[in-house]
């Protein structure tokens, strides 16, 4: 009963930077050890089942759920989290009233279009779009609510989150 | 030892064999929910995802295909994959969401057994084949021997299981499912037909009505001698209903939060209806 | 919607879609939710819970986890240094059950350790010996006198008569059903979190929350803790949704427990799970009601018989009751009523507060009974609304005249002129059917049906309750600040607050100080009433700010400060020339001003349920088409039409949100959300088998916001967050009726009640 319960050594590639863990548990979820252990509390979590997509961030390229990744298993994996967006896509120049901070085109149509209320689904839902629109640049209204079915919103009943990867969509298309 | 990563399913089983009690993981979607909600605490992990050997898929020359049991979802959903098994792709499709079909696999399906597993009910109607290796010797094991109970198979404790055989038929096949919502939600019931016309039969697989996949052999069989499942196109619907009481009473369904034993039985029959119609709809 | 609306926002003042302040905190993960804090040498602290619905607890003994390494503190319901309960209305309920445990999930014991799974190990070391007992979970048993009490304050929460008129008033016809609404829950997505501070000297703690009402707790929790309320101070941490799941104490007790017995911050958060059992319900309840009408389809009399299920301990369950049953007409006239109401105490999980708070109850059955009467007398269901619509100046069967604006008819007109949605086109999807993803329907198996639904809700707490909300602002050089403790939980105050600063004072940059206790209270975020208290504070402080400017220029410039206005960002002189800029006229000088808010005061009910309980009220109407397949009992929501009273539209951006917001939780109990219960057991306690509505799940929605603007409010606008998820679920399940001919006595509307 009384072993120490962690004592995991490992470095992981977050954001573009190997990070090192010590002293982890074996059973740590990859969502805790970025909020708890380096310092990332950008990916939230909201059932570690899989089941509301705010721990969404990208593993190797796909868009996972952090909570159902083990760890000490994501060694040698590249991981983007919501932090590491702004760095991985030019950010757009940003001219909007409120708006003065760098954030991503995806970001910016988020809060241009009312697709924040509480926050808490937003950084997984933000990850989960970029990863559809680079993947499927012109989604159809179908495909957008197919690849974010995923991520559970509580508050705003989606409308203006639809709204926000329009936006995006169109001025992306606008733009190439 | 306490998380191992091999690069080779050898490396794998070299490491099962020097832990016995090691867990292996390989998608993680079963597995990290028992962990978070504290069923489960592994002290040694293996860690599949990284072997490539199980995350391919290869055409056999019988026309068959074997698909590695690290294979994701997503693959199956789109592409070769799809064509060839296009039940199973439906299925991979209504696996949980776009995040748990880019982690989790066949082969977590299969070590997890649940009668609720939407691969599993496409492996019974094609008559899929398992292959398991330990250091010692690699078996393959018919999916109708394979899953024994709720969450029980066959599987020892040293053994992995590689990958499945799956049959590529010819003839239609389609996988469908009840869920209260209408994306990401776990089987009330489900139905896996497919039709191989050469051989003149008809498969259906029923999921979450019983304590395995259920394979609904009487059906079949009756079917079988009413219809010409090789020439026909079009089923009537007094038979296609008839078709779909048979396999309901074939089901096992029980009460449960998720739903009822009533409805369960209900559903598989309009399903199987539903399924061996679009089988044949004109 | 086009990403370019911003452009035509000149000045971000009332009226304008104004940005959220903390957007871009938000969508870059930068923003602290009260579960990202993080102190060097903090602690976990973990809850051990009851795994009975009812038990007598015979014995703790928590030594063997105070063994474990990394163990620091074990405490159980001796170690509680104040009061022994809390509540919101009536102290009932345990900081930690001691002789009883009353329900699954009430906490017996919490600790802290240095890790959340070493918590996880203390939990299951500790050991309770139990007699288990038989839980009481039916509320009519649970009332008779014959039952055994399952706590000393008594199994009957509350009961309330109303009698309005003449009870025996006869009519040409009558209809009449029994309703039953399952336990939904508000599942906002932030789980319960917060980080205790310990003071040095171990008298007092500094406690950061994610809540809806940071005075109301702080005084619960100083009681409690026997600390004077000034040695207690909260601030809000980020909060993640709320939707009436905050305004109970959770884990605020025993979070400050902990840090002041370890004297180190303490981090709790409870898991999905476990907050299934952290905070209240929406209250079950079963409502019997009686229409009596004319056979022309006029209203005549209203009976009706409400129970809520109130669960173990009151939390709210008096004030939904009321809620709940003097909404008994919904939107209609009706002069004569008897509706007895009965909040029933039972071993199921405490319900309380939630969007809707009673009203949503009482409105699935009142407009069950609309479409009922319609049908009974040959109307259209807009028919039979349009003829009983209230107006402002009608009373209510409390005897209450309704002062509000009360534009129902015009809220059901403009629904109804809202185009159809095309019909299911050929080309389209098998995941835009009912059953989406499952593929299990053919366009042949589904059927279209329309559904009604209109509601009234009251703003505002009630019963002579003065909830007011305080303000402060300071301006300087050109610089507004304004403090508040409002909770600002995803609803978008703070993007509201400073709208109102710039439309008052005429400057544009406005500093938002942290919500804290260190100014007078906000009230709840709850009732819809924000935008009215704390908005009414804010424009009442900013106001103050502005006569006092105004002196300030006059006296500086020989300008009767009466002539003085604000235009634009200048202070003019309304009979001269003389301009200036409120920034120029403000360099080097502060002016600050605090404003507390009330609203008009309101009374008790006598025995008769007659009296002006409530302040205000806002009207909806809603209407539902959906696709239903018959045969699977599978439903998809497809369009939800709706015109809101919303007095003035002040954000449209942030009101849009709210609509389409509190019409996909109203879904949710249409369809899917219930809190399974089994003798007192919760058998669904994870977003596994509790279904929230997906992407693919979310209907379109066509709204229309009526601006009659509200006298009484102090900027016209009506508080909106709770009306659009009221009655959209009796539309839905209306829609569901015409699809398939079923009554749907019960919501949520399972499978097998459309098909078995
Ligand atoms: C939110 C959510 C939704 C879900 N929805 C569905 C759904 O709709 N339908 C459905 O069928 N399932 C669903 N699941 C369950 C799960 O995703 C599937 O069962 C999946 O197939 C598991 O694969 P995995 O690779 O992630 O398994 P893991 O979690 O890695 O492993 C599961 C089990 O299998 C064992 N195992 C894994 N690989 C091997 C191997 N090669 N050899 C031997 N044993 C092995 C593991 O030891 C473990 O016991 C859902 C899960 C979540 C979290
Ligand atoms: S926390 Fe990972 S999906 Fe909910
Ligand atoms: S904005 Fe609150 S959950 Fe999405």
Redesign the interface.
Known sequence: MNDPIGNEMYSLHVNGQDRAVMDAWVGESLLYVLRERLGLPGAKGACEQGECGSCTVLMDGDAVCSCLVMAATAVGSEIVTVEGLVEQNPTMAVTAHAITSQVTDVQQAFITEGGVQCGFCTPGLIVAVHHLLDKNPDPTELEVKESISGNICRCTGYGRIFAAVEAVVQVRKANS | MTVAIPLTISEALDALSSNPDARLIQGGTDMMVEINFNHLKPHNIIALRRIKELRTWTKNTDGSITIGAGVPYQEMETGELKQLVPALAEAARTVGSPQIRAAGTLGGNLGTCSPAGDGLPVLFAVDAVVHLQSNEVSRQLSIHDFMLGVKRNARNANEIITAVTIPVLNGWQGYTKVGVRNAMVISVASACLAVDKPTKSVRIALGAVGPTIIRCRDAESWLTQQFDLSTSTKIELDLAKEFGRRVALESKPIDDHRSTAEYRRHAVSVLAQRLITRAYPS | ???T??DV?SR?TLGA?????????????????S??M?AENMLWGATLRSPHPYARIISIDTTPAL????VSAVLTAQDVPGKATYGLISADQPVFASEYVRYMGEPVAIVAAD????C??ALE?IIVNYEVLTPVVDPELAMLSSTELIHPDGNLIRHQHIVHGDPNAASDITVEGNYTIGMQDQ?????EAAMAFPDSGGNGVELHIATQWLHEDRGQIAACLALPEENVRLVLG????A?GAREDISLQVHCCLLALRTGKPIKMQY???ESFFGHVHRHPAKIWMKHHATKDGKIVKIESRMVFDGGAYTSTSPAVLINGITHTQGPYQCDNAIVDGYAVRTNNPPCGAMRGFGVVQACFAHESQMDLLAAACGLSPVDVRLKNAMRTGDKLITGQTVESVAPVERCIRETDAIPMPEPMSQKA?V??F???????A?RH?IIRGVGWGVSIKNLMYSEGFDDYATARCTLSDGVASLKFATSE????FVTLAPQIARSVLGIDEVVLETSDTQIGSAGSTSASRQTWMSGGAVDGACRLVRERLFEHVGKLHNIDPIRLMVENTDIIDTVGTFRISVSDATQGITISETFEHHHRKTEDLDENGQGNCHVAFAFVAHRAVVDVDV????V?VVQIATAQDVGRVLNP??A??QL??????GLGLA??EEI?M?NGRV??P????Y????????PR?VAIMIEEPEPQAPLGAKGIGEPPCISVTPAIVAAIRSATGKALLRVPV???DI??
């Open positions: 919607m086009s990403a609306k911003q926002r971000d879609s104004a940005l959220r302040p903390d957007g871009v905190a938000k969508v870059t993960g930068a923003f602290s939710f579960s990202d993080w063994l474990i390494s990394g890790h959340p799974e070493t996880r190990r070391a599942a906002f997505l932030g789980l980020g909060v993640g949704g939707f898991s999905r799970e999807n995941l835009e009912p059953g989406g993803s499952g593929r299990t053919d198996n939980v995803g609803q978008g045969e699977l009992g599978l998809k951006l942030s849009i949100g389409e917001g509190g019409i996909a939780q369809v899917m399974i089994d058998k669904n994870s977003f596994t088998d279904l929230l509505p997906t992407a693919l799940d979310a929605v399972r499978p097998q098909c078995l």
